[in-house]
């Protein structure tokens, strides 16, 4: 009888593989919370057992954030960790702006990046991220990047207190060329919260791959 259970087909199967969430829930815990940002983004993405466990911790520090909104997709970089949100329009703005608010709850940073591929995302971003965020960032070092220089990001409402400020303007040229304008401003003397002296710096350069430089 032993022999006909061994050979029966319900012992043919192979074990499944162990699993995290085998793990004791408190373990578990342990883990997710010792990772930094970017991994426990990517462990998160794993099974919704593990997003809720992440998502009930307290977010890590994060110092850096780069965000990219243009026709072809929008993109927030975390510590270097891209998330990709597809098109821009409300919906994927809406997602791109929850992930903001959790990652950054206190609205401090220690830079901040956005560029903007061409003006009508750049109008869009600018009217979901005012109506989602509640106040003003708090950055030591902000940076816009636009192919547009009518645009206005209205940086006073986005940032506050930024004490290094750097407009970058793009503009493409033939053979895949990019020309930019670098303006640098950097403050360095201030009273109370307010800046009072700041640093300016103009320079142009032309750059072949702009990924490379911004």
Not at 76 to 102: A, F, Q, W
Request: charged share 30%; glycine share 4%.
């Amino acid at each position: 009888m032993n022999s006909k259970l061994e050979n029966s087909p319900m012992n043919s199967f192979p074990k499944p593989p162990p699993n995290l969430c085998d793990l004791p829930v408190e373990i578990v815990e342990m883990i997710v919370k010792n990772l930094d940002l970017p991994r426990r983004v990517i462990v998160g993405r794993v099974c919704k057992t593990l997003l809720g466990i992440a998502n009930q911790l307290e977010s890590p520090r994060v110092n850096d954030i780069k965000i990219t909104v243009g026709s072809e997709g929008c993109e927030m970089k975390i510590e270097g960790y891209p998330i990709k949100y597809g098109k821009p329009d409300e919906e994927s703005l809406d997602k791109m702006m929850n992930d903001l608010v959790t990652f950054v709850p206190d609205f401090q940073l220690n830079t901040v990046s956005f560029r903007f591929n061409d003006s009508p995302s750049q109008k869009l971003f600018r009217s979901q991220y005012l109506k989602r965020v509640s106040q003003p960032m708090k950055v030591q070092k902000l940076v816009i990047k636009m192919f547009n220089k009518n645009d206005h990001i209205m940086e006073k409402e986005i940032v506050n207190s930024s004490r290094i400020i750097e407009y970058r303007f793009l503009e493409k040229l033939e053979d895949d060329f990019i020309k930019l304008k670098v303006v640098h401003l950097e403050c360095v003397e201030r009273i109370g919260t307010r800046w009072i002296t700041c640093l300016k710096d103009v320079y142009h350069t032309n750059v072949r791959d702009v990924q490379d430089f911004v």
